[in-house]
């Protein structure tokens, strides 16, 4: 049964969140070093370990160079021609490419599907080449985006992910990056595409499906994916997926290469499954439920019913026992004419475990009327008007009766 407390306080201070969601990595037994998930329907972090350390993230940077290309690019059809430039030292560096050609004519949708399926760095460097003029130049850009969208613990040198000194990132900074790139059509459609054929008919696969094929692993819930992998930073993998109905954002980057091992993609599979097994929907209060009573002032209604005006719904673990949820309502104990509809009365905190969980504001919803009845009672105004009315009527009867004497005696 939930219990209700009553207060008299307007506002209590916030002094702690509650997060249920508490898991540890230990728990969860996973490899990669530096890991967050999100629930995409309530913008939560599930999740998160180690998540605003900086570390290398390898292919990751490949999010931030194709949403920028996209912001730049007027028409994704638009064809351009690969010099020499695009190339240069990618072999030595033993970066991962698409497999472009020097003086290939291919459009700009090519390139980004190249840059985010393969993970190819020629392709990184066509779109930074044929969009700004060079490398360089399309860096600053990437890195006036990170600003833009507050990603303080991240820079970049390159477009391709390659070690070098001052290229860093945190996977809490990549996550805010994938949230907002994904929210841009095209990024969302290349991201989430398994294959792709160019225009001159270069065959694509997503790392994830070469991944997946070559170990046999299930990936069905997995939507969209960009991995990435050096010395430096590990297996990296971002992810979107959707189990039960429910949609996920996950970052891991740091698993260990060892073995050949997919251990980044074993890592999400790990993560996802958990949550899908182990959590679920919970509602903590229905709109209209019933909180508390106060009471009404001056008018014929004498009491005042607070129910909650919204339903609240949370992602939790299949362990909370929802019949042990408090509610305490803070606000006004007495309302009266003077109240107007919308007024705040007070707040209600959802409580569980003596941790607040949530709070819901409380607005006044109907009209109260003023009773000059019950405003006499309820100010005991009435007693010296009934005193008054009393000594009058005495003074009346005492004058009639004295009148009426005086009558009878003239008779």
């Known amino acids: 049964m939930?219990?209700?407390?009553?207060?008299?306080?307007?506002?209590?201070?916030?002094?702690?969140?509650?997060?249920?969601?508490?898991?540890?990595?230990?728990?969860?037994?996973?490899?990669?070093?530096?890991?967050?998930?999100?629930?995409?329907?309530?913008?939560?972090?599930?999740?998160?370990?180690?998540?605003?350390?900086?570390?290398?993230?390898?292919?990751?940077?490949?999010?931030?160079?194709c949403i920028v290309a996209i912001e730049n690019i007027e028409n994704l059809d638009t064809k351009v021609t690969l010099g020499k430039d695009v190339f240069y030292g990618l072999v030595e560096a033993q970066a991962s490419?698409?497999?472009?050609?020097?003086?290939?004519?291919?459009?700009?949708?090519?390139?980004?599907?190249?840059?985010?399926?393969?993970?190819?760095?020629?392709a990184t460097r066509a779109l930074a080449i044929n969009i700004v003029g060079s490398e360089e130049a399309f860096v600053k850009l990437m890195n006036t985006k990170?600003?833009?969208?507050?990603?303080?613990?991240?820079?970049?040198?390159?477009t391709t992910g390659l070690e070098a000194m001052g290229h860093y990132s945190t996977v809490q900074d990549i996550a805010t990056l994938l949230i907002y790139s994904l929210k841009n059509d095209t990024f969302k459609e290349i991201y989430t595409t398994r294959e792709y054929t160019t225009t001159n008919n270069l065959k694509f696969s997503s790392t994830l499906k070469k991944i997946s094929n070559g170990y046999t692993i299930d990936v069905s819930h997995i939507q969209g994916s960009k991995t990435g992998y050096t010395d430096e930073a590990g297996l990296c993998m971002s992810s979107i997926a959707n189990y039960s109905d429910v949609n996920y954002l996950l970052i891991t980057a740091g698993a260990d290469y060892h073995g050949n091992t997919p251990r980044q993609l074993l890592d999400a599979i790990k993560i996802y499954s958990y949550?899908?097994?182990?959590?679920?929907?919970?509602?903590?209060?229905?709109?209209?439920?019933?909180?508390?009573?106060?009471?009404?002032?001056?008018?014929?209604?004498?009491?005042?019913?607070?129910?909650?005006?919204?339903?609240?719904?949370?992602f939790l673990d299949n362990s909370f026992d929802t019949s042990k949820i408090e509610y305490k309502y803070n606000g006004v104990n007495a309302i009266s004419y003077n109240n107007v509809i919308g007024e705040k009365l007070g707040t209600v905190d959802i409580i569980y475990n003596n941790q607040l969980m949530d709070t819901i504001d409380i607005y006044l919803n109907s009209k109260i009327n003023f009773s000059?009845?019950?405003?006499?009672?309820?100010t005991k105004l009435i007693y010296p008007i009934i005193i008054t009315i009393l000594f009058i009527s005495l003074l009346i009867i005492k004058k009639t009766f004295k009148k009426r004497r005086r009558v009878k005696f003239r008779h």
């Open 275 to 314: 949550f899908d097994e182990n959590y679920s929907y919970k509602t903590l209060i229905n709109a209209n439920d019933y909180i508390t009573t106060i009471k009404i002032n001056y008018s014929k209604e004498k009491k005042y019913e607070i129910n909650s005006p919204i339903s609240i719904t949370k």
């Open 372 to 378: 000059l009845i019950s405003f006499l009672m309820q």
């Open 97 to 122: 490419v698409a497999g472009f050609k020097y003086g290939d004519n291919v459009s700009y949708r090519d390139l980004l599907m190249g840059a985010m399926l393969p993970s190819g760095a020629d």
């Open 2 to 65: 939930k219990k209700i407390f009553l207060s008299g306080i307007l506002i209590i201070p916030i002094l702690f969140l509650f997060n249920l969601n508490s898991v540890y990595a230990e728990n969860l037994n996973i490899d990669s070093k530096y890991a967050i998930i999100y629930n995409m329907d309530t913008n939560e972090v599930l999740y998160e370990y180690n998540s605003n350390e900086i570390t290398s993230i390898a292919s990751l940077t490949k999010i931030m160079t």
């Open 146 to 158: 990170a600003k833009e969208l507050n990603l303080s613990n991240t820079n970049f040198i390159n």
